[in-house]
């Protein structure tokens, strides 16, 4: 868990310092300048705006989302952390277009979100695959609802990138025969694979060992590099390292909106070795974690 | 296994194979024996003929007890089929649609226990034809478990896996076809494996109703003759055949879920 190994950070740097580290402004007391300073300068691939959601069944209403507005640049990599139950999901589901809010708006490229489409592809913890379908033709059938390629085109790219994730040799095998960890490299595969602009993935390392965890993080970081058009990345996590080592920006959800907007400073390529031990690293992990510990202050007065 | 892996994949498998199916083997095999000793210690009787009296009507009447298999695995062949498409369409589309579950369902758990053996006259009297009669009494006996069990598929598949499908922007064919049918295919294996003596049931009662042929006929034409060694060989095929049919469709099975 993310919390755990956070409270092995020092936790001894100076508040001034850590200010010097934010480049973004930071948050006011009224919702509605928080809500303005979760957009940037660039122009927008992807824009929310002052969405509410609510989930409802016969007898109760629960408000998730309230005012939820952050915007994503195009090739932009944005990571969305919170505590668990925090709405991370449920964001992510509005932008794939799985769900639609109450009122707000969700626009791509300045067109409202009305479904699911061509232009995205989304990876989530579990159940990806289709157990029916080996590797290769998992990639292939999602290749497939995006290009019209001829069939040998397909399979050599599903080929490619089944490779270029480790999986060479596992082509033929069914999800049920790969580990968890390796069903996650499919999934991967198979949303690099389609080249949609936007890559939206829900925890997608949420599974897998901390061993796999990592060398996945780097895989995923080095494939996006190597992009020739650079994907609009969202990814939801609740791992600080994760998010620090992946994004350019990092949005922090708290009481169903943004709270805080983190811009991260490192230049690509970047190192896990090599950030993690710069102050701003470390300035920028403290930071998150109070943050997690202010969501949950219960937990910190348990004294766990 | 170490040992088994030196071996080749062709002698494991007939092993396996060999090991999963001894104990019917040995049960079918005590059978045998109890009935031999029978007919050697009795001699046989009406009712009860000797074994190899049975063995000599199977060889002479071969002709026409392979004809009647032809024509009771085509009648079984067609209405299983026919009950299999129609139930998972109107499971799926239950499935889909929610009215339509609301305004199915509670009909069907009504008709569905009534032995459809029952419609027999009323098929024989609409359709006009014993062949078509017969299709229509065995398909609609099993059209239910078939829609029951397409609709406890559907209501299981996993939001996970539909939301992951619905990401893919899969037309309304391709969802069917890749997403809805493979995850419905081992219930309705299962349902398959559980309702075979169902359907030899039918089966046999279909034919029986006025049909000129197939082995259910065959038993009953030979038993208003008071023929019971024939009688007793027609019984003998049916067991045989439903036999195979279930190893067969246990192969099947394996073959086509080779994903679980
Ligand atoms: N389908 C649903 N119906 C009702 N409540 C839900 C549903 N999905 C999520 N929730 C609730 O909404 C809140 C946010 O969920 P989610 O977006 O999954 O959070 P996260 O991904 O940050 O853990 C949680 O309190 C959760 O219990
Ligand atoms: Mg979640």
Known sequence: MAADEAITTPRSTG??????????????????????????????????????????????????????????????FVSLIGASGCGKSTTLSLLAGLRMPDSGEVHIDGVPVTGTGKDRSVVFQHYALFPWMRARRNVEFGIRQVSDAPKREIAAKAAYYLKRVGLEGKEALYPHQLSGGMQQRVAIARALAMETEILLMDEPFGAVDAKTRVVLQDLLLELLQEQERKRTVVFVTHDIDEALLLSDRVLFMNAQRISKVIEVPFEHPKKRHEIAQTLVYRELRKEIFDMFYEDEGEYLASGI | MPQASETSALARLSRVNLVRYLPQLIILALLGLAW????????????????DEVVEVLGADFAKIFESIGASGLLLGLSSLIALVLGVLMGMLCGQFERLKGAVLPIARVLAPIPSLIYAPYAVAIVGDFFWAAVFVIASGLFWPVLFNTVNAIEDISDELINSARTLNLPTRTMFAWVML?????????????????????????????????VGWYVKYWADYSNFTTVFAGIVVIAVIVFVVNILLEKFRDRVLSWK
């Open chain 2, 36 to 51: 031999s000793l029978y007919g050697a210690l009795t001699g046989g009787s009406f009712l009860l003929p000797r074994p």
């Open chain 1, 15 to 76: 508040s001034a310092r850590a200010d010097e580290a934010i480049t973004t402004p930071r948050p006011t007391g009224s919702a509605r300048a928080g809500s303005t300073a979760v957009f940037s300068d660039r122009p927008a691939k992807i824009r929310v705006k002052g969405v509410a959601l609510s989930y409802r069944n016969n007898t109760s209403s629960t408000a998730v989302l309230s005012d939820l507005s952050f915007d994503v640049a195009e090739g932009e």
């Open chain 2, 182 to 214: 493979p995850h419905c295919l081992p219930y309705l294996f299962n349902t398959l494996s559980v309702q075979v003596s169902n359907a030899f049931l039918l089966l046999v009662g279909a034919e029986m109703m006025g049909m000129r042929s197939g």
